[in-house]
């Protein structure tokens, strides 16, 4: 079996969560093209409508109506589901407007930690009840007359700086954000696109409140992280060839391409362009063949999503792959590193969960199994790819929840299998 050909991905679900709320924040009419509909982004759309933005549907796009910086106040819980960014990113928006709401998720997300949030809305003057104590969902945010702050993010999370931005956008003053790790800056780009007053100086990055933002066309480029999975699909299969068309190459999100390169694999960016802001380009990978590397550090947040199927290749790897510093993975849809430890065993995988980390010897011939993902998306595409490599049946229960951020990822492999 071979993968060969020319495909595309689904939009980038970062950016479309972003391109939604930031045409909303803004004034007049924006257009989406090649918006993600996986479950998450439609979350976000849907809380947004909830908060009476109008957004409607022609040929493919997406109209949203910017409402400058002042939404409705809304008449029922807003449903966040299984979506981290939807909730983190709204409970910024909502820090700024002079009403009270409430944000709550499935039961994934009512287990992740929301103090990392809360702490820092805190300081600019917003009031945000909790769970647990106050770390957790369902959130309950009465939010106006925000108050600009300085603040050192304790974790390397775009989630949390891209809530403070969209906090800070709506703020007397300025916002300063501290990251000394970087992670993915798509918000600070899209913002940027739009006019807001933000720079970055160093590690820092400044944004003044209260101007308005620019409404824009916003074209989506295919999702990196989706295309991870076809990359890792190639890869792994030897006599493979498939090139992957308008792909985003923002350098924040390419960690897993350096990974791959060091690991050995033949992976060339062919074709790259900008889109408001952000690098797209076509991809071209070929089967290779891996040795196993050590990932740690800084690069961590530039593949987080992507250590679900990098771990999948580890497997087939010749030598030790070593993950470290990556305890945020426990933080996830599920904890990836106890989900991806359990199920890459059952398919007879060597893999050994670290406190912050892993540890996987390779090769192995991975053989049939029944496996579980764990209501994880990233979890259910990566054991897709695994079960390709295997010889025997491999069985994924709750395979469906892959369609968070890759809807037809099943499909889409379909066509591109050749033998
Ligand atoms: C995201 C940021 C990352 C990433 C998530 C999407 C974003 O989360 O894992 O899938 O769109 O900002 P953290 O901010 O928690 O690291």
Redesign the pocket.
């Known amino acids: 079996m071979k993968i060969q050909g020319k495909t595309s991905v689904p939009g980038d679900?970062?950016i479309s969560?972003r391109a939604l709320l930031i045409s909303a924040l803004a004034q007049g009419t924006s257009q989406i093209v090649g918006l993600n509909y996986g479950d998450d982004v439609v979350r976000t759309l849907e809380i947004l409508q909830d908060l009476g933005v109008q957004i409607s549907y022609q040929e493919g796009s997406v109209f949203v109506e910017g409402k400058n910086l002042s939404f409705n106040s809304p008449h029922k819980v807003l449903d966040c589901g299984n979506s981290?960014?939807t909730m983190?990113?709204m409970a910024g928006v909502l820090g700024g407007q002079s009403f009270e709401s409430t944000l709550d998720g499935d039961f994934s997300l009512r287990q992740r930690p929301m103090g990392r949030i809360i702490d820092p809305l805190s300081l600019m003057g917003c009031k945000v009840h909790g769970a647990m104590g106050g770390t957790t969902a369902p959130l309950t945010i009465f939010g106006g007359d925000l108050q600009g702050i300085h603040y050192e993010l304790p974790v390397?999370?775009?989630?949390?700086k891209?809530a403070l931005l969209l906090a800070g956008l709506q703020a007397r003053d300025t916002t300063t954000i501290i990251e000394r790790i970087p992670?993915?800056d798509?918000t600070e780009r899209m913002l940027q696109s739009c006019g807001a007053p933000i720079v970055r100086k160093g590690n820092q990055i400044e944004i003044v409140g209260g101007r308005t933002l620019q409404s824009q066309i916003h074209v989506i480029p295919g999702d990196f992280?989706s295309a991870a999975f076809l990359i890792g699909a190639t890869v792994g299969l030897s006599g493979s060839e498939l090139i992957i068309e308008k792909v985003g190459l923002n350098p924040t999100r390419l960690g897993f391409l350096t990974v791959l390169q060091a690991m050995g694999a033949h992976l060339e960016i062919i074709d790259s362009e900008e889109w408001g802001g952000e690098p797209v380009g076509d991809l071209l990978v070929r089967g290779s063949t891996l040795t196993g590397v050590t990932v740690e550090g800084e690069l961590i947040?530039l593949l987080?999503?992507e250590i679900p199927i990098l771990a999948v290749l580890a497997t087939q790897a010749l030598g030790r792959t070593m993950i470290r510093d990556a305890g945020?993975l426990r933080?996830?849809e599920s904890d990836r590193l106890a989900s991806l430890t359990s199920e890459l065993t059952k398919l007879g995988a060597q893999i050994v969960e670290q406190p912050e980390g892993l540890e996987i010897s390779g090769p192995t011939k991975l053989g049939g199994a029944k496996v579980h993902s764990h209501g994880d998306h990233r979890l259910a595409l990566a054991l897709e790819v695994a079960a390709l490599f295997a010889e025997g049946k491999v069985e994924i229960q709750d395979r469906e929840c892959g369609a968070i951020s890759f809807p037809g990822f099943s499909q889409t492999l379909h066509k591109i299998i050749v033998g």
């Open positions: 679900k970062s969560h981290g960014t983190r990113l390397p999370s775009a989630q949390v891209s992670s993915r798509h992280s947040p987080l999503d945020e933080l996830k």
